[in-house]
């Protein structure tokens, strides 16, 4: 079930860092970062029951992604950063197992999160 959820999420469309347009729901997200036309690099996975509210706290909050997150909307107004979601209502699984399977479906540990 992670792996299809991790492929699902991976799978969806990148959108601006508007934090209007992210709904209250539960669910797995990613921030991620582009250069002009690159494909954006994802730099933190995360799980919440409320993605609306987590994505406007990354704005605010201390952790050294919220760090990174401030400095890029004071720099540019978040230009270059990107997110996406998917729903998972209820989900036993822990965090740390989305962070896993996204980082061995892409080759690489997202450079926010804490390796265990």
Request: proline residues 5%; negative net charge; glycine residues 2%.
């Given at each position: 079930m992670v792996s299809s959820i991790c492929q699902r999420l991976l799978n969806k469309q990148?959108?601006?860092?508007?934090?209007?347009?992210?709904?209250?729901?539960?669910?797995?997200y990613v921030i991620g970062r582009t250069k002009r036309q690159e494909?954006?690099?994802v730099l933190y996975v995360g799980r919440?029951?409320?993605?609306h509210r987590r994505m406007g706290e990354?704005?605010?909050q201390d952790l050294a992604i919220d760090k990174y997150v401030k400095e890029q909307f004071e720099f540019n107004d978040g230009e270059?950063?990107?997110i996406k979601w998917?729903?998972?209502?209820n989900d036993t699984h822990v965090e740390?197992?989305?962070?896993?399977c996204i980082a061995e479906k892409l080759g690489y540990w997202p450079k926010?999160?804490?390796?265990h």
């Open positions: 990148w959108r601006d860092y508007v934090v209007d347009d992210v709904p209250h729901i539960e669910g797995i494909d954006p690099e919440t029951n409320d993605v990354h704005k605010q270059d950063l990107r998917v729903k998972e209502e740390q197992a989305y962070r896993e926010y999160n804490i390796q």
